[in-house]
Antibody, heavy 121, light 107 residues
Framework: QVTLKESGPVLVKPTETLTLTCTVS??????????VSWIRQPPGKALEWLAH???????SYSTSLKSRLTISKDTSKSQVVLTMTNMDPVDTATYYC?????????????WGQGTMVTVSS | DIQMTQSPSSLSASVGDRVTITCQAS??????LNWYQQKPGKAPKLLIY???NLETGVPSRFSGSGSGTDFTFTISSLQPEDIATYYC?????????FGGGTKVEIK
């Protein structure tokens, strides 16, 4: 069974750096046909893609957030880590990690449950 | 970046009705278009990939069509459990874009 699970702080202060971890099981981060993305959703709003990473370490970032984001992976730990610097209250959202399946037009075929992050002093 | 314009933003229909949602890309994306269903408080779920391919286990009342810049998502007979927000999503070599979502409610 394929699962992804997000972990990280529930509350961060403005200007702090957010670090989120996605732990995957049921597939390997070395699988060339799979990748992992981070996607967020502010309360009551639409989904917003943040970044993705593939087995060959290919990375891509949202144009609007690129300067604040870093994505990395530890294949041996089955973990993908996202850091976002200079957090602001507008970054308050549920953050999801999702598997990208290159066999399905790079669709997000499996999602984590999401983790809510609030930015407040 | 490619922009995805989804419409309507919300709709209300009766059980058994045919429901149609459209998604327009700002440039040609061939068939690289996926559709998701998100129920309140839950993560999105993939329904359709490559514009028209039904994900395994998804009921056949859901369908998708289109290519290039114009895409359509259809629920042939709306069921109470279909109450959710639906999103289109495209992928290109620059990244990923989601549509703004369509909230589907029962009349």
């Amino acid at each position: 069974q394929v699962t992804l699970k997000e972990s990280g702080p529930v509350l961060v202060k403005p200007t702090e750096t957010l670090t989120l971890t996605c732990t995957v099981s049921g597939f390997s981060l070395s699988n060339a046909r799979m990748g992992v993305s981070w996607i967020r959703q502010p309360p009551g709003k639409a989904l917003e893609w943040l970044a993705h990473i593939f087995s060959n370490d290919e990375k891509s970032y949202s144009t609007s957030l690129k300067s604040r984001l870093t994505i990395s992976k530890d294949t041996s730990k089955s973990q993908v880590v996202l850091t976002m610097t200079n957090m602001d209250p507008v970054d308050t959202a549920t953050y999801y990690c999702a598997r990208i399946n290159r066999l399905f037009s790079d669709a997000f075929d499996i999602w984590g449950q999401g983790t809510m992050v609030t930015v407040s002093s | 970046d490619i922009q995805m314009t989804q419409s309507p933003s919300s709709l209300s229909a009766s059980v058994g009705d045919r429901v149609t949602i459209t998604c327009q890309a700002s440039q040609d994306i061939s068939n690289y278009l996926n559709w998701y269903q998100q129920k309140p408080g839950k993560a999105p779920k993939l329904l359709i990939y490559d514009a028209s391919n039904l994900e395994t286990g998804v009921p056949s009342r859901f369908s998708g069509s289109g290519s290039g810049t114009d895409f359509t998502f259809t629920i042939s007979s709306l069921q109470p459990e279909d109450i959710a927000t639906y999103y289109c999503q495209q992928y290109d070599n620059l990244g990923v874009t989601f549509g703004g979502g369509t909230k589907v409610e029962i009349k």
